[in-house]
Structure formats: C-alpha cells, structure tokens
C-alpha cells in the first residue's frame, strides 16, 4: 500500500497520533495501528486515559546532568572501555552463532555499527567513530526527552566536588520528598 497511503489509513483512525509522527516512521505508524487493531481504540485516547491515571505509589523522579562537553568525553571513553572489554569479539560471536544484522535486537547501537567493520566495509577508527558519534546523539535526544519532564529533580555534577557529595544531596532530597 505504500508509506504514505499508510499514513492515511492511520489518520483517519487515529489522526493526533499521525500528526506527532513523521510520515516516514513507518515503525511507530505500524505500531499505533496495531494498536488500534487490537483496543478498539486510538493510541492518542489511551495515551490520554493513561496521563490521567493516578499512580498507586509514591515515587521520586531524579536526574543527574552534565556539562555536554564532559558527557560527550565520558561516552567516549565508556566506548574504548567496551572495546577493550571485547565488544568487537562480542558482535563477531553473535554473527558466528547465526544472528543476523536484520534482527531488531542486533540494530541496537553498538552493535549495528560494528557489522561494517567486520564485513571489511571500513575501518575499526571510522566504525569506532560512528559509534561515539550515534551515542552522543542518542544521549542529547534522552536528554531532550526528559528535560520535558517537570517532575525530575536534576542534580548538575559540576555542582559537586565529589561524588559522595552528589549521593549525599540525592539522599536528602528523597527523604524529604
């Protein structure tokens, strides 16, 4: 039927959902339908009952941020370690044992960047390049994602001398609240 049919199949179930979604995410597309399909009921109505809900428990929301610059080098540096650890040897085992690229568990970063490099296609510094790269980004858009949220109590590492100090604020701030 094609993308953009699609897409209009799903705007005419459920258009406050197709309207949040980009026409070529046909992933998410195919998951609001489905769940039409299955509830009798568009995504965007049981995203809508659910934001209401209460939750049955009490629950405290925090975060711990970063200067991006310092984030960026962690992440790095968190990926030269899991190379070191074998990450390369890890990707090569699960392509030996008969798991494929195709499989959604294998698009996860840190693997899909690894299979060009094992099939020749380029180097270990420019698959390691693509890897830190797509990290950062994946990194900035949770950021971005849960910024929104009001609810989180951030706690800026650069506003702490060590990180006992950090623990220590967190400990309080849950106990109060």
């Known amino acids: 039927m094609g993308r953009e049919a699609f897409y209009e199949r799903l705007k005419a179930v459920d258009p406050l959902t197709a309207a949040a979604l980009h ?11 489905e769940i039409y399909e299955v509830t009798g009921k568009p995504k965007s109505c049981l995203d809508m009952e659910a934001a209401k809900e209460e939750l049955p428990y009490d629950y405290v929301l925090m975060g711990i941020s970063m200067e ?70 994946f990194a900035k858009r949770q950021l971005t994602w849960f910024r929104k949220d009001l609810r989180i109590r951030w706690f800026e590492v650069e506003n702490y001398d060590t990180r006992v100090d950090m623990a220590e604020d967190m400990s309080v701030y849950f106990s109060v609240h």
């Open 68 to 137: 991006r610059p310092l984030l960026y080098e962690r992440i790095n540096r968190r990926i030269d370690l899991m190379v070191r650890d074998g990450l390369i040897e890890e990707v090569k085992s699960l392509l030996d044992q008969g798991y494929t690229e195709e499989l959604l568990s294998m698009k996860a970063i840190g693997y899909k960047e690894i299979f060009p490099y094992l099939k020749g296609e380029m180097s270990l510094e420019e698959a390691l390049h693509i890897l830190k790269r797509d990290t950062r980004h």
């Open 23 to 33: 026409p070529n995410n046909v992933k998410r597309m195919i998951r609001a339908y």
